[in-house]
């Protein structure tokens, strides 16, 4: 369980510096629909792509499938959870 939280305070940071965003990591909710237009991040598409290509070369899993990404990227928590089941 510690891993798990230690992996999603690392996700956090690795989205806040991928993305060149002027917030805290501590500050997003671990649930938090991070692509919502209304979240304190504003991520874009281009995000989600900055966001692919960290998890691809941190984790070594790449994200295809375009629907697929889009669930994954929903929230830390799906990040996480797909990251330790695919890793």
Avoid: W
Avoid at 17 to 27: G, R, T, Y
């Amino acid at each position: 369980m510690e891993k798990f939280m230690s992996l999603k305070e690392d996700l956090k940071k690795m989205v806040v510096l991928e993305c060149d965003k002027d917030i805290e990591p501590s500050s997003i909710k671990d649930d938090d629909s991070i692509f919502d237009p209304k979240h304190p991040l504003e991520l874009d598409s281009l995000d989600s792509l900055q966001i692919s290509m960290a998890i691809q070369n941190d984790y070594g899993i790449r994200l295809t499938d375009p629907k697929e990404a889009k669930r994954v990227m929903e929230s830390i928590n799906s990040l996480a959870d797909y990251i330790e089941s695919n890793t």
